[in-house]
């Protein structure tokens, strides 16, 4: 009996398709050009993403499956952490190799942020990111062993040239009694609200939808959360800056973004396996059975109507005829 495959998973923050043309990853590039590479995801905003994909994930269910996980540079990696750092974690693992590591690069999105997209330096760091790739896999390979690499990409990227500070301006006009009532989580890309009654949210929203805020927020609607992926608690809302603008306390050149095209705000990239010199169709197709799955969970098909279906049989459907990655998303094959 072969051995079980090895899985890795890296998840590219900020990183575009056209990023990957850039010629900065030729060999990234390389994998663009073969059918069904691309396939677009919708993930929530945010690091919520990374929580979301965890959830998905549900390591519990794999180790009781009988699976080890490497999740440190997901879980332990505090964001002053380098990608490098990420990356020497991985031969540090006592156990060896794990049967399913992410590895999470976010550098490449803090020099973009910083210099600009498509600067001499974003070109750097993408080139910096594609060779920790195949460091990754050089450090997970095994004799006899078949590895097989999937990219996520998620909080894409969009140029930006002015700052704001939302969350300075909306606490700066609040009373300390309201401030206790109010959570305020700001990113470059969203402002992030939870109000412990509708009176308190009304009164931030009432701030915000007056200028001088006005001009540079918009308060995401219930028709563009649900497209997105966004699931707005009654006592939530997000706001998204407009036109060119980040939300930062200083200057920015680039920030993520929440809405994008068709509600598609992610995309999953399948690479090659290491029993393959390219990633032809053979070795693509397991792992877009795996992309499948995670598409299918999280955007539900629809009828031309725009009405929602809710088979659980159409999410589950994709794994059940497909025994390892059965066991690979134990907790929604055990719900059957």
Partial sequence: MSPRPRWLVVLMEGVATSDLRSGATPELDKALSYDGAITALRWPAGAACIDRWLELLDPQSLRQAGWQVD???????PSWRSDDASLRQLGQRP?????LTCLRLRD?????????????????ALKRMAGLIAKAEEC??????????????????????RSFDASAYLLARLSRRQRREIEVSQSPGALQIRAQSLPALET?????????????LQALSPAEAKSNGIALLPCQQVFLPKNDIALSKGPLRAAPTVISARGRNAFALSS????????GRESQGRVSELIATLQADMLLPTDH????????????????????????????????
């Avoid at 088979?311 to 055990?334: G, H, K, T």
């Fill in 71 to 77: 999740l440190r540079s997901v879980l332990l990696s």
């Fill in 272 to 279: 090659w396996s290491s029993q393959c010199e390219s990633p």
């Fill in 108 to 124: 490449q999105a803090r020099i973009a942020m910083q210099y600009g997209i498509a600067s001499a330096n974003h070109l750097d």
């Fill in 140 to 161: 997970l390979e095994e004799p006899g062993v078949e590895l097989r690499c999937m990219l996520l990409s998620y909080a894409p990227l969009v140029p930006t040239q």
């Fill in 305 to 336: 109507s725009g009405k929602v279906e809710t088979s659980e049989r159409q999410v589950l459907d994709p794994i059940a005829s497909y025994p390892d990655l059965e066991c690979l998303f134990a907790d929604m094959a055990i719900s059957q």
């Fill in 95 to 99: 156990a060896g190799p794990a049967d």
């Fill in 204 to 216: 931030v929203e009432e701030l915000l939808l007056r200028e001088p805020a006005a001009s540079k």
